[in-house]
């Protein structure tokens, strides 16, 4: 079966089983161009609710997945389990749970405490936030949900992404700090800090480096350079722009 071949069986396929395919921006460009929803892992859980399709084929990982099934609980989402996340993985119940029991070492009750989790992030951690009242937040969204949330007096535990925490920290002239979760014994940076961040990341951004955006600068002089608040802060220090991959587009 050649290409042309493949795609009008893929086309088949969706119109018989009434499948509806999503994929996010990181898509290879002949996964993106079959589906019929694209975009940020928000936007593709929101776009889904409107879809009438029962099946959701979703090309994208895990976390996302899940968060297209948490807001849309009736359709049936399937996607491989190959696809996973290595920052949504760094963190699990059980590291959460001893999060809140280090900064309680320090002296922060666990009512002080006001946990926000990125949305690249288990379903499970998802819900532990939700039972302490805390909530969830995009890359897009994050600094407008943590400055709300700040409004709250309490401590701020945000979850799973040192990078995002440290960066929207920075740019509102807010102390973070980061949470060693091998380390039990009571820290005064935590009771001064604004915003604690769980030591998380993702594997892929932290490959960009101060080096790499002077390379290109000195290569090409009117370069402008674009990145996810995912980088470390060092690189986001010396962006033209940081925004989330919706953002980004839009830049470019």
Do not use: W
Request: with cysteine; charged share 30%.
């Amino acid at each position: 079966m050649d290409r042309e071949e493949l795609i009008r069986e893929i086309e088949r396929l969706k119109r018989d089983l009434d499948v509806i395919v999503v994929a996010h921006y990181y898509q290879k460009d002949e996964v993106f161009q079959l589906a019929d929803i694209t975009g940020d892992s928000l936007e593709l859980a929101k776009k889904t609710i409107e879809s009438p399709n029962e099946f959701v084929v979703f090309c994208g990982v895990g976390f996302m997945g899940e968060s297209v099934k948490v807001l849309n609980p009736k359709k049936r989402v399937l996607m491989p389990k190959v696809a996973c996340c290595s920052m949504a993985k760094m963190i699990d119940g059980n590291y959460f749970d001893k999060s809140i029991e280090i900064l309680e070492n320090s002296g922060i009750s666990k009512d002080e405490i006001l946990p926000i989790t990125y949305i690249n992030s288990s379903a499970e951690i998802k819900a532990k936030v939700g039972e302490m009242g805390g909530t969830v937040c995009t890359s897009s969204n994050a600094e407008n949900i943590i400055s709300k949330a700040l409004k709250s007096g309490k401590k701020i535990l945000f979850v799973p992404d040192r990078c995002l925490g440290q960066n929207i920290a920075n740019k509102m002239k807010l102390k973070s700090t980061i949470l060693d979760i091998f380390d039990e014994a009571p820290k005064e940076e935590y009771r001064e800090a604004n915003i604690i961040c769980y030591d998380g990341f993702c594997s892929v951004h932290q490959l960009f480096s101060v080096d790499d955006i002077d390379f290109y600068r000195e290569k090409y002089p009117d370069i402008l350079v674009a990145v996810h608040p995912e980088c470390d802060p060092a690189v986001v220090e010396k962006a033209d722009f940081v925004g989330s991959t919706s953002q980004i587009i839009k830049f470019v």
